[in-house]
Antibody, heavy 125, light 108 residues
Framework: QVQVVQSGAEVKKPGASVKVSCKAS????????ISWLRQAPGQGLEWMGW????????MFAQSLQGRITLTTDTSTNTAYMELRSLRSDDTAVYYC??????????????????WGQGSLVTVSS | EIVLTQSPGTLSLSPGERATLSCRAS???????LAWYQQKFGQAPRLLIY???SRATGIPDRFSGSGSGTDFTLTISRLEPEDCAVYYC?????????FGGGTKVEIK
């Protein structure tokens, strides 16, 4: 069965970086891209970016351009999200999810059929 | 950017009742590329419906989706206590993909 397991909670100071991992199993890793989303406390869902696990090509939300890096390690079926220059409003639960493309994968539109359990990132001085 | 407006904000119903959740788009969603997710308290979202009306793997048939263009509906035919959750719609027909603000379903 498909499983997606993320790394644990992190506490970071403003200006620092965080790197969250996401290990997938139960399917062919390179057949589906991985997206990252986040949810601030009591708020809705925000899409952050997507990476092709086949080619490494990435797409990002405009609001995060320049602060986010997505990578994968196909030898361990693991995806990584790094967010830099953290601010207090980056405090959120971060999710990775298997992404199915709505048409062209490089047009930035996907839906998400399997999700990790979430990783709480707290940014506080 | 397509704005998705979900209504009502909160729905309070008894077990066995029918729940009707609305998701209205600010412009037409291409190819009915609309999904619905269920998020229980403290859990990750779970995909219920994609393509406006196709149930995801393992989703009970009491959940159904319908609609096209700008108006979409998620129906839960007979509410069960475990359906207590926030439900989100998401469009993936137009970039950037966007989510609605959610409808909270409470079970009396």
């Amino acid at each position: 069965q498909v499983q997606v397991v993320q790394s644990g909670a992190e506490v970071k100071k403003p200006g620092a970086s965080v790197k969250v991992s996401c290990k997938a199993s139960g399917y062919s890793f390179t057949y589906y891209g991985i997206s990252w989303l986040r949810q601030a406390p009591g708020q809705g869902l925000e899409w952050m970016g997507w990476i092709s696990t086949y080619s490494g090509h990435t797409m990002f939300a405009q609001s995060l351009q320049g602060r986010i890096t997505l990578t994968t390690d196909t030898s361990t079926n693991t995806a990584y999200m790094e967010l830099r220059s953290l601010r207090s409003d980056d405090t959120a639960v971060y999710y990775c999810a298997r992404a199915t493309c709505g048409g062209d994968c490089y047009s930035g539109v996907y839906f998400f059929d399997y999700w990790g359990q979430g990783s709480l990132v707290t940014v506080s001085s | 950017e397509i704005v998705l407006t979900q209504s009502p904000g909160t729905l309070s119903l008894s077990p066995g009742e029918r729940a009707t959740l609305s998701c209205r788009a600010s412009q037409s969603v291409i190819s009915s590329d609309l999904a619905w997710y269920q998020q229980k308290f403290g859990q990750a979202p779970r995909l219920l419906i994609y393509g406006a009306s196709s149930r995801a793997t393992g989703i009970p048939d009491r959940f159904s989706g319908s609609g096209s263009g700008t108006d979409f509906t998620l129906t839960i035919s007979r509410l069960e206590p475990e359906d207590c959750a926030v439900y989100y719609c998401q469009q993936y027909g137009n970039s950037p993909l966007t989510f609605g603000g959610g409808t909270k379903v409470e079970i009396k």
